[in-house]
């Protein structure tokens, strides 16, 4: 019975390959060829394709698959898998602030039309963005709730960064031992001002690529997230602004395993905030 079922996913998931291709070619394309020049609906059918239906066929898809397993990372909007958690930090939202303002780090502006125009004109021209904004990742059911970043060289196109979610204490401490499903599908945002667990997901950006599936324009990222993350431990520690620190696995196992395109051990290293001695 079990390998019935999984034959008809696997049929209903080829049926929806095929519905997408057919739709982008003979429906999206052909209708845009008939209307504009070529290289412009090249242009259109790209967007649609890469912006519109492939995310919709990769959703539906996925709800299919009823993929209901304790992530160790985040979710993209399409819902695939994005950004390995790779950091924890217990404390207020003044004191990450404070810590990664000690680092030279700056936080990102909010994601919007006139941020994101001025990204690009950042990227395409090479010129500094130091607070430029992110594109959302998901855990706990929201986008991020903050996210910081350190461009290398100056440049918008290569940078250290990484997003942050808020998770009380109270929750965490009951759900973090064993990897429960609570301490993941948790959908309740703290107050700002309350101490809490900071669940961060930290990255190297390196340039310039498309995403897998949707062929979306995006940032070329390290693939090795654990040297991100201890980097990151690393400069926070010899700042004096962490303490405590510890090493937790992320949800399920994750031995050398790999996330997207990333390769994680699937560790996210713990530690307290702390106000630096002078």
Not at 10 to 38: E, H, K, M
Not at 181 to 191: H, M, V
Request: charged share 15%; net charge positive; glycine share 8%.
């Amino acid at each position: 019975m079990q390998f019935l079922s999984r034959l008809l996913q696997r049929l209903v998931i080829l049926a929806l390959g095929v519905f997408s291709v057919w739709l982008i070619v003979f429906v999206v394309f052909d209708t845009a060829d008939q209307r504009l020049p070529w290289i412009l609906a090249v242009g259109v059918t790209y967007a649609i394709a890469a912006y519109g239906v492939l995310p919709w066929i990769i959703r539906m898809g996925l709800k299919l698959l009823h993929r209901k397993r304790v992530p160790s990372f985040t979710t993209t909007g399409d819902g695939l898998p994005g950004d390995p958690v790779n950091v924890a930090l217990v404390g207020t939202l003044a004191q990450l602030r404070a810590a990664f303002a000690a680092l030279g780090w700056s936080e990102a502006d909010r994601l919007g039309l006139a941020s994101s125009w001025g990204m690009i004109r950042a990227f395409v021209f090479n010129a500094p963005y130091p607070t430029a904004p992110f594109s959302t990742l998901y855990l706990f059911g929201r986008g991020q709730d903050v996210g910081f970043q350190k461009a290398i060289d100056n440049s918008p196109r290569k940078r250290h960064h990484i997003r942050f979610w808020s998770l009380g204490l109270a929750q965490a401490e009951t759900t973090w031992a064993g990897g429960s499903a609570g301490f993941w599908l948790n959908t309740d945002r703290p107050p700002d001002d309350e101490r809490v667990l900071w669940v961060g997901a930290g990255t190297k950006d390196t340039g310039l690529s498309l995403t897998r599936l949707t062929f979306q324009i995006t940032h070329a990222t390290d693939s090795d997230t654990n040297v991100e993350r201890d980097f990151i431990i690393a400069a926070l520690e010899t700042i004096g602004s962490i303490a405590d620190v510890k090493v937790y696995q992320a949800g399920q196992c994750m031995a050398t395993g790999h996330v997207n395109h990333y390769t994680s051990d699937g560790r996210v290293t713990l530690a307290s905030l702390v106000v630096p001695a002078h």
